[in-house]
């Protein structure tokens, strides 16, 4: 694919992005309650596919889970959704629907993140693969794969995806908003690498601004947005092709830390330029010095969200290291926990966490100050 085609295709959608002012971003932010949350993935489930499909579907244990989360005082959590999943579109809005009745008893609205660039690039429907012993992630699956990625034809049905899930739930106030993809021009070097296309980024540079229109054209009245997640925003000219078409077309802007307090801090600041509510969709690494105690507090000093990855430790392993995938835990423990709060139970990780974390989305909500 021709990098310069991508580019000029990118740029003539962002002629028309419909994009929120930022007075309507603004009003609506300051309607919701502090966003605290998670990313959340049942402990029963490996991936999103077997999260959402009709044999593994486990709405007795979402139930249960999501009420750990609203003892905590969370108000949103984080949920991937899968293009694969359209094949069964009435069985698959179905049980979003059951979801989002279930995260409303509990006082939650979700952001639901339709398409997502990190590890496996050969997802399939049907029973999915058993965790690999030791292994941080080991059977999260990419959306969309990279054969309907490198496929032009494919792009129709994502098309029907996007316009489909987007549509029958446009209206729904129950649903927070839609993050259009996930780290969109992650190669995933430490992982599956290899197996990624040469020109992924050309490809996903292409894709990713018609995904925002058609989300647009399904009439959502819900926010949009995809994170940042690396690099320096701190002015238009650092940003990637990637970056800007991310931060051009999002109506709220989120972005992904997983630094102590201060490089959490920094990226805000570097954000606060665009006059948008902020939501960190990602952080928490407990080895990398990313923690509730460290992250929250500046979070909400400045009002931005923040959800952290990982909720109830389960089939995703994500409480092990990143490292992992070089060396696996296979005969020895994790000094500490990576990522979640709980383990599959309800057990918290650390007590004191769980305290912590009760007590800051217990106080009142006030905006930061002019």
């Known amino acids: ?3 310069s085609v991508s580019l000029l295709l990118a740029a003539s959608l962002l002629g028309q992005t419909g994009q929120w002012s930022t007075k309507r971003a603004n009003t609506w932010y300051d309607r919701q309650p502090w966003l605290v949350g998670s990313n959340y993935i049942p402990a029963s489930a490996i991936n999103e596919l077997e999260m959402w499909q009709k044999e593994t579907w486990d709405p007795v244990r979402i139930d249960r889970e999501l009420g750990w989360a609203e003892g905590l005082g969370m108000t949103t959590m984080r949920v991937f959704l899968h293009d694969l999943l359209w094949q069964d579109a009435a069985g698959f809005t179905k049980r979003m629907n059951q979801f989002l009745t279930i995260a409303e008893k509990h006082r939650i609205k979700p952001l639901f993140v339709l398409f997502d660039s990190c590890w496996d690039p050969d997802p399939k429907l049907g029973e999915q693969r058993e965790p690999k012993p030791g292994v941080h992630n080991s059977g999260w699956v990419q959306s969309p794969g990279r054969k309907a990625l490198e496929d032009p034809v494919e792009y129709k049905r994502l098309e029907k995806y996007v316009r489909g899930a987007v549509g029958r739930f446009k209206d729904d106030t129950r649903i927070l908003g839609w993050d259009i993809w996930n780290e969109p021009d992650n190669l995933n070097t430490s992982s599956y690498g290899k197996e990624e296309p040469a020109d992924k980024v050309e490809r996903v540079n292409t894709l990713l601004p018609q995904v925002f229109q058609w989300a647009r054209a399904a009439g959502a009245t819900q926010p949009l947005t995809s994170g940042v997640w690396k690099g320096d925003w701190s002015s238009d000219a650092k940003l990637s092709a990637t970056e800007r078409i991310q931060l051009e ?17 920094k990226c805000i600041r570097w954000l606060e330029r665009l006059g948008r509510p902020m939501l ?14 460290g992250t929250l507090p500046v979070a909400r000093k400045y009002q931005v969200a923040a959800m952290n990855w990982g909720f109830a430790a389960g089939k995703t392993q994500t409480n092990l290291p990143w490292d992992s995938w070089k060396r696996p835990y296979t005969d020895r423990e994790p000094a500490i926990w990576f990522h979640e709060i709980f383990d599959k139970n309800g057990k918290p990780y650390k007590q004191d966490e ?3 974390i009760k007590s800051i989305t217990g106080t009142k909500r006030l905006r930061k100050a002019a």
Do not use: L, Q, W
């Open 1 to 3: 694919m021709n990098c």
């Open 249 to 265: 077309m999002s109506d709220i802007v989120s972005f992904h830390n997983y630094g102590k307090p201060e490089d959490f801090e």
């Open 280 to 293: 960190c969709t990602e952080y928490m690494a407990r080895g990398n010095g990313s923690t509730f105690t």
């Open 354 to 356: 769980v305290e912590f």
